[in-house]
């Protein structure tokens, strides 16, 4: 027997696979083509050429000894070094090689972080709308996720509420910027008040509550839109990085933590990160992906695909009438529903459009509308969404 | 601050640490040739050819988002299929591709299976002496690890001290065969008994244990010796399997579960094995590296050399008065300390010969000896293990 607590997570995942059985049996029925899935985050341009010649170049160059072979849990120290000198040379920080932990993908860094800092029933801040995953995450360390309801004004996190749930077992606060699902952008101003809420807490308090940014989408900025670099702005931060989309390499598992060192007990954190990557069984990111990404630190897979379409979906579904936050960043967009979000995202799923309903996010109301797929769907699904849009409209 | 529960971690792993920086300032003080490093399980011998080719072929012919994108969280279904084909073909097994979890590595592969498994104090089984991680993987959740004493005289798990300390509360068996540190391969006749054991256990109390197979060293046996396959033997049997040393790929984290159709609830097992995958963090196993070991079943490095050095070591030490444990498999020797093993191990750091004590693997009075090495390190070692020994000869 499976332990008692997966009970509830195998229960989730049936019905995960459920809607996922359904795409399938859809577009068995209707064809591939006819079926319209912005479910899934997966990044839909392949990487850059870099990505190939740097593979190709390493197989070729590197004794397999040092290819393939143990080196510190940490990460190659070259590597790690590249990523540092690259980091301070666009954010101006001044990382080294010890700053920067290689990590399996930013699921692995979020895990590897929040088990160096988490005693059980420690409680860490998300404002929704959030990935669900950080539940998971969260709980794998016994702590207790504290929801921030979302501000819908604007979809930045809501300072004042911030103020009122952060306690003395408040260890961490998560922010994810470019946002999953909003595609909104914090401002430096709501990074600042932000800073502003912790620092005083932590001063009232006594204690130290670090902001973990997870940063799977930071190159992933539309309209030149800037996105803060979290480290300048608070004391006690930490960045979760991922490859995933900027070089769209989700499958291999390959990202990194940057530590400032500046963070309370940074001789410790670093230590323990370090434990934690080999105790939580990741033992080290996968070596030739960690030398291949340092060949590739200045480039991105071409964003400009999101971007185009980023800007037909957007006009199209608020043509419809559809009231949509306007991504600044990431690959969603994040449309609010005129019924039930369950009941809407069902409601699409007859004209073949498949969607995230917020709730997912903790944040019900809404759906989430992945758009890193063909920019060819995105057009052929109009007359789907012209039809639900119909549904709504003559009610 | 990092969490109560990571002080001992990171206190443990100054000492490793300590220990490694010594170990260069030997080579920095000796030169690196005159230091005889044993500390490490990391592979000596290359990957085979066929690897290489693979990775070439892979990046060549396969479509970058198929390459490196998401796939499900289990990993390919082809690679899974590959590798439960060969599997049915070496040991007459009958798995498909549903009974095959990707993972990173066995460590990876060992911490899903425990998080399916073990609730808050459930007890989890392993012999000593084992690999020290092991206690670390079951405290990751919140699982209670109970030691069984060695049988000195032959290594073999001790039966009898098995029976004694299953409960109502054990919920798996760790065995590791091929064993590190001991070099033993447990015969199937022990394979017999423990399921014996275990299957009367269940009867007794109505409950589960699943036998969880940590097999990194499989392929690494020597003289000829068989290896059982334990899943013939046993019915709630789970092998958590890596190509760490078999194709000598340590640094990539690559590796499988094998979870029979016959383990009680098993797509429950499977599910929850799927979401743990997911939820732990990993995601899946790096997709390059799960596409190019599809392509290298049947290969494994160059075993003769580990064959050579452990005839050379064994001898040498044995002709030296030492009492070694003659190994089967795997590429460490077991060798009776003349004193504290603590204490014998600093004494040899004195003659630039790095090993591991016993108390590591929870055996005091012992060492393990790595042979993964360079054969001329081992010929270079002689005179340093001879000056080693003239100290207890003439005590």
Redesign the interface.
Known sequence: ???????K??E???ITRAMFEEGKKLAKKYGASNVYDFS?G???T??PAS??KA??NI?EDT???K?????NNSGHEEVREAIAMSLNEKFKTSFTQKNIIMT??A??????IL?????SG?EVVAFAPYFG?YN??VA???GKITVIPPDISSFQPDIKELQKKVTARTKAVIINTPNNPTGVIYSTDTIKKIAQVLEDKQKEYGT?IYIISDEPYRELAYDGVEVPYITKYYKNAIVAYSYSKSL???????GYLAIPDEV??FE??I??A???T????????????QLAVAQCLDETSDISVYDTNRRLLYDKLCSLGFDCVKPQGAFYLWVKTPEDDLKFANKAKEFNILLVPGSSFMCSGYVRIAYCVDTDMIKRSFAAFEKLAAIYINK
């Open positions: 027997m499976i332990a008692k607590k997966m009970v997570y195998v989730g995942s049936s899934l997966n990044p839909s392949p990487p990505v190939k593979l190709v197989i004794k397999p000894n290819l393939h072979g143990y080196m399996v993908g699921a692995g860094g979020l895990n590897v088990k160096v800092l988490l005693d420690d995953e998971n995450y794998n360390f016994d130290q769209s390499l989700p499958g291999e598992r390959i309370d007990d410790n954190v230590s323990a370090n434990v934690a080999r105790i939580l069984g990741f033992v080290n990111a996968p070596s030739i992906m």
